[in-house]
């Protein structure tokens, strides 16, 4: 019994001992504030910084290749921190966020046929551009979903489309790159009207194929007291830095495909819009 | 009993409604669809524009490539545009629209030329000849028939393939052919061999179809080239027998090399009959490639026939020809079963490839999801390239292209056998699809 202890204590001895020295002798140098850093960072390895991870990126920005605000999942909490242990000042970025630009779901934009396949929509994508007949629309197979990292993107199961919740979205724009529809966006967290839309074809195909797209009719362009809506390729677009969401456009929309993104509290409608409204034909 | 070596594979129903049926002409239609691109390799351009008046079996488009094969008009008529519309592959591919006029020739004018004269001829005159014709594999794969006519000084060639398995259920239209043109299908296999240089030539025909079998044997004793012999090949119902590497593999038990590897590497030239027989007409005829069979086939048509069809006929207009049941079609398939793509409107031109028009009702179409692997490895027994395709679906699911090219994925032929068996009714090779396309976009990225 002691002879046991004995040995398997010794050897425990000596490894400890081995390590011990090897840690001292072999310590790798790190720089300390690489390690105040990533303390300071969300810790959740979303990568949606382009890093492989919280640390990767600590160190990227130590030596000046990532900007200090490049936490997307951090926001501006984050880079605040980060600026104050580095003792600069951080330019902030505007929140940006993904939006859905298609509202054609289910009985909405018309089939071209049942799809059976598997649940992604590059798979989907493959097979003649998709099931929907509208080339621009979402498949809402919900590739997106899955490489959303902090699940910010669900079904929506009432329209076979997918939603975005705006409080969750980090901006990241991973989704965008799987979209093989290029049918998701990111907007300034702030911009509360949109066109909710991006065919690009012409209004009589548009409306024979949808019932929710943009007939590039330009009547939102011709409504709107702010000039904020431009027209191209039979599609309109709004500046949100321009447009002051007295939501014309949005009452005047043959087809409502113009919509609000955020929650608009009603005050925001100022009463000369209001008479904007009601004096146009 | 006929003959296989290779391992693997199934034996679906046969379907072959239509074997009885000869092959009927369909009639001029009133305007054709021609894509400029029906082949493997660069996209033809126009030498043509909208307003054109053009003779049927003129050249009017014609690919900038040596892999390429030109596109002729099927009919005369006038070019009425040049727009991009819906191809079988599922895109938009900029077509030539032709609007049929009224003076049609109904046969090939040009008398043939005598076989013995043709044999006399350069080679290389004669396969310059099959690459005008704008030739390619009619088998589906459609790859130009004249690259494969010329293998590189590096991989000598001895042994011509035909390939007349035809093992896709439903299809017959090379089988109708085999038995209404076997001394044309000798003769194009002459010029074949002539064109090659090589003495050997086998016909593999599957063992459901004696009657091609017994017509192609008696045609094989009557051969005018010196030194060159043609056998007769039974071979075992089984699909995939028609695969050129199983083919191969089969009759002369030559294994051809994992990808790039090709026939040529083991010293063989597989041609389709069809292809044969489009060889044979454009060196005997002058008659390029405007015209091929087509089997309209399957529950969802009320006369299924074997048509002899312009190229850039509308489907629509074959399906109504064979009296099909718009309203209960559940599915519409180009080519056979198994490989064909299913199209979601019959508003499409036949090309070249198009070897089959194959309806389903709506009561034969499996409308119910897939479910997961329960790794049973049925796929695995089947699987004739022997690859593991559950794994491949598994890594599919996850997007793992690049694990799943260690599994094989480039080796994949496609030929859906591992789907065929599936319990979960998985759908591996739509899957497979998948991962070589997310595979090229990483390519594409770098």
């Known amino acids: 019994m002691l002879e046991a202890i004995l040995v398997v204590g010794g050897i425990g001895l000596v490894s400890s001992l081995g390590l011990g020295v090897a840690s001292q002798k072999f310590a790798v140098e790190t720089d300390p504030k690489i390690d105040e850093l990533e303390r300071a960072l969300p810790g959740a390895n979303c990568g949606a910084c382009g890093y492989v991870g919280c640390r990767a990126f600590a160190e990227a920005v130590i030596s000046e290749e990532a900007p200090p605000s490049g936490c997307l999942a951090g926001g501006e909490s984050v880079a605040t921190a980060i600026a104050h242990l580095l003792g600069i000042d951080v330019e902030l970025r505007e929140k940006v966020v993904a939006q859905l630009v298609c509202l054609g779901g289910e009985g909405v934009a018309q089939a071209k046929y049942k799809y059976l396949g598997i649940g992604d929509c590059q798979a989907g994508y493959l097979l003649a551009g998709g099931d929907k007949s509208c080339r621009f629309g979402c498949l809402g197979l919900g590739s997106c979903i899955r490489v959303c990292p902090v699940d910010a993107i669900s079904n929506d199961l009432s329209s076979g489309l997918v939603q975005i919740d705006r409080e969750l979205c980090i901006g990241c724009g991973k989704c965008l790159a799987v979209c093989p529809k290029s049918v998701l966006e990111l907007v300034p967290a702030s911009q509360q009207v949109k066109v909710l839309c991006h065919s690009q074809d012409k209004g009589p195909i548009v409306r024979k194929l949808c019932r929710a797209g943009c007939l590039g009719c330009g009547l939102c362009k011709k409504v709107c007291p702010e000039k904020a809506i431009t027209l191209e390729k039979f599609l309109a677009a709004i500046d949100p830095n321009i447009c002051n969401v007295c939501g014309t456009c949005v009452k005047k929309c043959p087809t409502k495909c113009i919509g609000y993104i955020s929650d608009v509290p009603p005050e925001l409608t100022s009463p000369e819009c209001q008479s904007n409204i009601s004096a146009s034909p | ?446």
């Open chain 2, 1 to 446: 009993m006929g003959t296989t070596y290779f391992i693997g594979g199934i034996h679906p129903p046969e379907n072959k409604i239509t074997a009885g049926c000869p092959i009927e002409t369909f009639p001029v239609p009133a305007k054709v669809l021609l894509p400029l691109s029906q082949h493997i390799g660069a996209p033809c351009e126009a030498l043509v524009k909208a307003g054109d008046m053009v003779e049927v079996g003129q050249k009017i488009a014609q690919g900038r490539g040596y892999v390429s094969a030109p596109v002729h008009a099927s009919v005369s008529g006038q070019v009425k545009s040049i727009e991009p519309y819906l191809h079988p592959i599922g895109r938009q591919v900029s077509s030539i629209v032709i609007e049929t006029d009224t003076n049609q020739p109904q046969e090939w004018a040009n008398s043939a030329i005598p076989l013995l004269k043709l044999l006399s001829k350069d080679t290389a005159a004669l396969r310059d000849q099959v690459q005008d014709a704008g030739i390619v594999g009619l088998g589906g794969a459609t790859f130009p028939t004249h690259v494969k006519l010329n293998p590189p000084v590096a991989k000598p060639v001895d042994t011509l393939l035909i390939n007349g398995a035809e093992c896709e259920p439903y299809l017959t239209a090379d089988h109708r052919m085999m038995m209404e043109h076997p001394q044309e299908l000798v003769s194009g296999i002459q010029l074949l061999a002539h064109i090659l240089g090589i003495s050997q030539a086998y016909i593999g025909i599957e063992e459901n179809k004696p009657d091609a079998i017994a017509a192609l044997r008696e045609a094989a004793t009557k051969i005018e080239a010196k030194g060159l012999t043609i056998n007769v090949v039974k071979l075992r119902v089984r699909y995939p027998q028609g695969s050129e590497k199983h083919l191969i593999q089969t009759i002369l038990d030559r294994q051809v090399p994992p990808p790039p590897g090709l026939p040529m590497d083991v010293g063989v030239v597989v041609q389709n009959v069809g292809t044969v027989y489009a060889v044979y007409e454009a060196l005997s005829l002058g008659k390029p490639l405007i015209e091929r069979t087509v089997t309209v086939t399957g529950s969802g048509v009320r006369q299924p026939k074997n048509l002899k069809v312009r190229l850039g006929t509308q489907v629509s207009e074959l399906l109504d020809f064979c009296d099909w049941d718009s309203e209960g079609a559940g599915k519409i398939i180009l080519g056979g079963p198994m490989m064909g793509m299913a199209q979601y409107t019959p508003q499409l031109p036949v090309i070249k490839g198009t070897s089959g028009v194959l309806v389903q009702t709506r009561a034969e179409v499996n409308t119910a999801g897939y479910r997961d692997c329960v790794r049973c490895g049925k796929c695995v027994e089947v699987c004739p390239m022997f690859l593991m395709p559950q794994t491949l679906s598994i890594y599919a699911e996850r997007g793992m292209f690049k694990e799943a090219e260690e599994y094989g994925l480039t080796d994949c032929i496609l030929c859906g056998c591992c789907s065929y068996v599936c319990p979960a009714k998985r759908p591996i090779v739509q899957m497979v699809g998948l991962l070589r396309s997310l595979k090229a976009a990483a390519k594409a990225k770098g």
